[in-house]
């Protein structure tokens, strides 16, 4: 599947609840011990553990972990930008859905985890709009 903004492939994740570290670390083609490391340098990101004390991540979770893959890998962030990448766009979310009327908070929750794909649409038709002015 391909990210609209970017044109980039993503892999199709499958409808289920929960994921094991292994199912996560095939889907974002890195190794698991990466994963731990991740849980540890990103606030955000903390599956939960079954009774037997495997970890089961859930379909944000998985998300989250293709965008720093992306940020890291992709984008060349390091870990500390992508920390801060990811903890702005999380502020700024929360900020425009505070501030904004009941019907555009709705609007904005129905949307979910579209809002970065929107921003970055929003951004691609400024610039193309700057360089036609």
Known sequence: MREPATGELRPEIP???YFRIGEVSRLAGIKPYVLRFWETEFSSLG????GKGHRLYRRKDVEL????????YDKRYTIEGARKYLDSRSHDAAEIS???PASKRSQLAMLGDSVPVLEAIRKELAEILQLLS
Do not use: H, M, T
């Open 15 to 17: 409808d289920k609840l």
């Open 47 to 50: 599956p939960k553990k079954s």
């Open 65 to 72: 972990v293709l965008e720093i893959k992306r940020l890291l």
């Open 98 to 100: 505070a501030d904004a």
